[in-house]
Nanobody
Framework: QVQLVESGGGLVQAGGSLRLSCAAS????????MAWFRQAPGKERELVAT???????YYADSVKGRFTISRDNAKNTVYLQMNSLKPEDTAVYYC?????????????WGQGTQVTVSS
């Protein structure tokens, strides 16, 4: 069982920055696909960014150029650096881990951290 614990959310003004962190409980973290999702009130959960075992990244068009996903395998942690934040970025942000090689599914989820961007 993989446990994921997010931190770093909060309230920030539009144009500001936040860095989210997600710490994993397992030493096999380096073998996981990791991702950040978000869910705004009344909306479906959406994929924000992913990072592969090898460090390849993907970003949703809505955050491309503003957000950066990274990982530190020595610390079993994945990060989401969020710059130039907009009110529409307000959501609960979740990290997720995919542990099955060759699968696109994410198997473990954190509890979420709230990000609120004021205008």
């Amino acid at each position: 069982q993989v446990q994921l614990v997010e931190s770093g959310g909060g309230l920030v003004q539009a144009g500001g920055s936040l860095r989210l962190s997600c710490a994993a409980s397992e030493r096999t973290f380096s073998s996981y696909r990791m991702a950040w999702f978000r869910q705004a009130p009344g909306k479906e959960r959406e994929l924000v960014a992913t990072i592969s075992r090898g460090g390849s990244t993907y970003y949703a068009d809505s955050v491309k150029g503003r957000f950066t996903i990274s990982r530190d395998n020595a610390k079993n942690t994945v990060y989401l650096q969020m710059n130039s934040l907009k009110p529409e970025d307000t959501a609960v942000y979740y990290c997720a881990a995919g542990v099955v090689p060759g699968s696109s599914r994410y198997d473990y989820w954190g509890q979420g951290t709230q990000v609120t961007v004021s205008s």
